[in-house]
């Protein structure tokens, strides 16, 4: 068990330009989550997939946010023209669920400065 | 928005027992409680969980009440390197998708 592997760790980008994050869940499970955190806030959900589908999105998703999971394995994040309130650490959750049980493991994360 | 009420901060004695209360007054009958935490600059880590009957693990114990409205969170010899954001959950596994809605947890600092 490897963990949850997020990449990069930190990113410093523009305003306006494009990012793309990456996300490697533990090898059997079957959800992935995507999160953003703000300091001093708890994180807040964005989506996630049920193997390669991805069930649901937050209203915090805007247009610029997408999401995929090809062959339910990695998953990326892109955010295009990024703006500065798009500053936060990205994390990245994996779990096996099932009907009355779930544990999420999450990555380190994936900081984001936008200047 | 998050379903529980937890106090902001805490201190804990190093070698003490921690004790971390959770008010979830409107919890219903399918949902669990679930406690994670979050040391600086780490992805949240899932500590325990339950229902309805009290639960110990190799890293702490949950205690809910009768009513279920309220738990708390025990870690029975608290080390430094328990000082961490402790968020307690309420989620439906059975209804909805089971997403976890944070709020902003209890922050743990444990003293030397």
């Known amino acids: 068990d490897t963990g949850v592997s997020q990449n990069p760790r930190h990113k410093i980008t523009k305003r306006g330009q494009n990012v793309t994050f990456r996300c490697d869940p533990i090898?059997?499970?079957?959800?992935l989550y995507w999160y953003r955190q703000t300091l001093g806030q708890g994180p807040e959900f964005l989506t996630y997939?049920?193997?390669?589908?991805?069930?649901?999105k937050s209203r915090l998703l805007s247009d610029r946010f997408s999401a995929e999971r090809p062959k339910g394995s990695f998953s990326t994040l892109e955010i295009q023209r990024t703006e500065q309130g798009d500053s936060a650490m990205y994390l990245c959750?994996?779990?096996?669920?099932?009907?009355?049980?779930?544990?999420?493991?999450f990555g380190s994360g994936t900081q984001l400065s936008v200047l | 928005d998050a379903k529980t009420t937890q106090p902001p901060s805490m201190d804990c004695a190093e070698g003490r027992a921690a004790n971390l209360p959770c008010n979830h007054s409107?919890?219903?009958?399918?949902?669990?409680v679930y406690w994670y935490r979050q040391i600086h600059s780490q992805g949240p880590q899932y500590i325990i969980h339950?229902?309805?009957n009290n639960e110990t693990n190799e890293m702490a114990s949950l205690i809910i009440t009768e009513d279920r409205k309220s738990s708390t969170l025990i870690l029975p010899h608290a080390t430094l390197r328990d000082t961490a954001v402790y968020y307690c959950i309420v989620v439906d596994y059975g209804g909805s998708q089971g997403n976890l809605i944070f709020g902003k947890g209890t922050k743990l600092s444990v003293k030397p």
């Open positions: 959750a994996s779990s096996f669920s099932t009907a009355t049980n779930e544990k999420l493991f």
């Open positions: 090898s059997e499970h079957n959800r």
């Open positions: 997939f049920q193997n390669e589908a991805q069930l649901e």
């Open positions: 409107t919890i219903s009958g399918n949902e669990y």
């Open positions: 339950g229902l309805k």
